[in-house]
């Protein structure tokens, strides 16, 4: 089940795709309420799943529930993290490569939320993008012409040495 949402995600969500081909080293996903665990092992090129935990490896791990809600978009990892859902640790990792493959391989298990939207949700959605991205363009148009006008208001006139 999880091999077939992976390969799912990586060919339907480009974003997702490249974040795994980022990510390098082991992640164990491991339910804290069953006696559950699997590995998953980012590689250039490749992503293996095996059952059981590797003992050194970082380590996501939760309820069960948890961890399927976070696969299936119905919660955000930072989320899950900041309300103690989920946990992470390090495990015996070395390095910062713990840092790499937790939020890149969560991410590319992840399933965007806007994939559960009717077409209202996705409408109203995509009209919030447009108007923060909209907010944003007219935000960096106005601050670019204070910029430039102040510039021509300060040309010619002396600098005091401070």
């Keep these: 089940m999880l091999a077939d949402l992976l390969t799912s995600n990586l ?5 997702r795709a490249r974040a795994a081909s980022i990510a390098r080293g082991n992640l164990v996903l491991q339910a804290s309420d069953r006696d559950v665990a699997v590995t998953l092992t980012f590689q250039p090129g490749r992503i ?19 961890l399927a809600k976070l696969c299936s978009a119905q919660s955000s990892p930072m989320a899950s993290l900041a ?10 990792a070395h390095g910062v490569l713990w840092l790499n493959v937790i939020p890149l391989g969560s991410y590319s298990l992840s399933v965007p939320g806007s ?18 991205v909209a907010c944003l363009g007219g935000a960096a148009a106005v601050m670019l012409g204070l910029h430039v006008a ?3 208001h300060n040309a010619g006139v002396p600098q005091s040495p401070l």
């Design 11 to 15: 060919r339907d969500f480009p974003s």
């Design 48 to 66: 293996t799943i095996t059952d059981g935990p590797t003992p050194t490896a970082p380590l996501l791990y939760g309820p069960w529930m948890e």
């Design 83 to 92: 309300h103690g859902h989920v946990r992470v640790s390090r495990g015996s």
């Design 115 to 132: 994939f559960y939207d009717d077409p209202a949700t996705a409408r109203r959605r995509r009209r919030r993008a447009q108007l923060v």
């Design 150 to 152: 102040g510039g021509r």
